[in-house]
Every structure is written in C-alpha cells, then in structure tokens.
C-alpha cells in the first residue's frame, strides 16, 4: 500500500469508513468524482462477496460505467423514484456542511439525486474543509443558447453580493467547451469568498439561461473527512455526534484502485 500517496490514502478510507452506513435493500444515490469512485469499487466487492442487495441510481455517464464494470446494479431515478441515501464528494464544505460541488461536471445531476434521497453523505479529503465557501471556483450550468449574455448577466449580478471575486469563465474540455450529460455548458464562478450562500444561490437561479449552481445548502446530513495518515472523521449534522478512527488499509484492498483513474 506505499504506493498511495497521503491524498490517496484519505480519499479511500473516507470511501471506506462511508460504506458503512449502507445497508442491504437500499436505494441508493452513488456520487461522481475520484472519492465516489472509489466507493462505487468498493460497493461492488461488496455486492459480489458479501451479498450485499443494493440498486444504485449514478450521478453522471462516467459513473454509471464504472458501476457497471464493478457490478452494482443500476436504476434510473424515475424507475426507483426516491432514495434512502446518497453518498457523494465535495469540492468543498463549511461548518454548516454547506457545499460547493460540480467540479466534475455533474453537478444538476447530482444535485436531484441528494435532494431526492432520505440523507445525503459527503466524503472527502481534509483538505475539502473550509470555514467559508469561495475558494474553489462555483460552477454554474447554463444553456448552450446566449451563453455569453449569461455570462454577462452573472458578472453583473456579482457586483451586488458578498463575494470578492467577480469573474466567471467558460470551462473547457481541451480547445473546446466542456459539455455535460445534459449538453449544456459550465461557467466556473471566482469569487475567492462567498459571504452568503443562500443569496447568492437564489440571485443565480433568477438569471435567465441559469439551469443550475453548484451550492448545495441544507442537504447534506453528515461527512466523512480523510486524511492521509488513514484516520476517518464522521460528522452527523443531525445529531451533533463527532467520532474519529483509523481505517486500516489492507494488502487486498489494492485491486479496489490499482488501475482507478483518479
């Protein structure tokens, strides 16, 4: 296992520690990104050795592949109609479990899938935890059609919230525009500081051309946050309960990600 590095290491043993709150008979939201990822994998030893009966309903294309190669069975959303858990990353998250998602591109997606499940589960690396959302760019998907009007629209909107950065920009894929599952386009949003999310969410959406935005606020439940010595933090907003532990990494685990693309 030496060859994991430390940001490896705690993105895995978050995948790991998440799991356990799957239980058999679940419907289940599984999130896109390199931590989901790993928990997809890791599920799917768990469908093939332990019997674990789940149906899983993926986040993105990318996930649903991989879920399919590792062996979970897969739903649509409108097929299973409502979840019991979604396990998901996050490209950051605040003390409020506030979120910023969607630096994958799957943000809509995914965003449908948390608020139609019971709970929703984060994993991520420590270095995932902020004490004010901003520093990761906040992606916004728009429709392909006069997407520069909207661009417009959204830099001028800024000038009237609390954030410090007031530039947006068109992701690429490559020399052309990124498009997600949905065909539309992503604009990334920095602001270096968000003073308030839930303005700044509401002011978005009323944008004409605005499908989405990356802010998750009041769905995520609990987190579980990696770190790169292996100890697993678990944090349940519901309840207020913190607890910590050290997840062993064992020799057989390593077929779970030896050939993962991160």
């Known amino acids: 296992m030496a060859s994991l590095s430390p940001a490896d290491t705690a993105k895995f043993v978050a995948a790991r520690r998440a799991v356990d709150f799957v239980e058999s008979g679940m419907r289940l939201g599984l999130g896109t990104g390199s931590t989901a990822a ?5 599920l799917g030893e768990m469908v093939r050795e332990q019997g674990l009966r789940i149906l899983g309903v993926p986040t993105s294309s990318r996930t649903a592949e991989l879920a399919r190669r590792c062996g979970v069975p897969l739903a649509t959303l409108d097929e299973v109609k409502w979840l019991d858990l979604t396990i ?3 490209d950051e998250f605040d ?14 997606q995914e965003k449908i899938v948390a608020t139609a499940s019971d709970q929703m589960i984060v994993i991520a690396d420590v270095s995932k935890r902020v004490e004010q959302l ?9 429709v392909r059609f006069g ?3 909207t661009k417009a629209l959204i830099e001028e909107s800024l000038v009237n919230v609390d954030v410090l950065g007031q530039t947006a920009s068109l992701r690429l894929d490559g020399d052309e525009p990124f498009v997600t599952d949905e065909g539309h386009y992503i604009l990334d949003l920095h602001l270096r500081r968000i003073g308030n999310p839930r303005q700044l969410a509401l002011i978005l959406n009323q944008i004409p051309g605005v ?3 990356g802010l998750f606020l009041d769905i995520c439940d609990a987190v579980v946050v990696g770190h790169g010595d292996g100890t ?19 020799d057989d685990d390593s077929n779970l990600f030896a050939d993962l693309d991160d």
């Open 38 to 42: 790993w928990m997809v994998r890791i």
């Open 95 to 108: 003390p409020h479990l506030n979120l910023i998602k969607g630096g994958g591109g799957a943000l809509l």
């Open 147 to 149: 997407w520069q009007t």
């Open 232 to 250: 697993v933090e678990v944090h349940d907003l519901n309840t207020g309960v913190s607890d910590r532990e050290r997840i062993e990494i064992l």
């Open 88 to 90: 998901d990353g996050a």
């Open 134 to 142: 901003g520093a990761f760019p906040l992606p916004v998907e728009v």
């Open 211 to 213: 499908v989405d935005n």
